[in-house]
């Protein structure tokens, strides 16, 4: 059988060369920042998208969950969200509109706020009552100016 000759455009040939003697560790680094997106996956980014408008329009919170089987593709949709709104950080504090914590084996406010706390940085996020880590969570998240929370 004959042999197919592949043909590689210019920027093709570009990115590859980019890459050449590029160290083993970057490209893997870079493979596992790859994401495939599936229609399912492109949907569910354009909703949540769409509901963070609809909430910074009506400035009324709103809440929705994302539930799917394992290796379904939930933490790579918080990290992509995540992404897709980096931290800002000014002189006077840091605006991080996504906040991106796993729910704890046994949810309850106490474990949720901590969780919260500890997303945000806070150094004593494992410290206080369940009524105190909750007030502390939601003051953070309004001082960062939080519109997400994942």
């Avoid at 920027?11 to 003697?21: D, T």
């Avoid at 002189?91 to 046994?106: A, G, Q, S």
């Amino acid at each position: 059988m004959p042999k197919k000759e592949s043909t590689i455009s210019p920027e093709q040939l570009r990115q590859k060369q980019a890459w050449s003697g590029r160290p083993p560790k970057d490209r893997i680094e870079f493979m596992g920042s790859l994401v495939v997106q599936h229609p399912q996956f492109t949907h569910a980014v354009n909703e949540i998208e769409a509901r963070r408008q609809r909430v910074i329009m009506q400035k009324k919170g709103a809440a929705f969950c994302i539930e799917a089987e394992t290796g379904g593709g939930k933490t790579t949709l918080a990290e992509t969200i995540q992404r897709t709104y980096p931290d800002i950080v000014t002189d006077e504090l840091t605006i991080r509109r996504v906040v991106y914590f796993p729910v704890p084996p046994r949810p309850s406010s106490v474990s949720m706020s901590s969780a919260a706390l500890q997303a945000l940085g806070d150094p004593r996020w494992e410290k206080g009552r369940a009524d105190v880590l909750a007030q502390r969570a939601i003051h953070l998240l309004l001082e960062c100016k939080t519109e997400i929370i994942l």
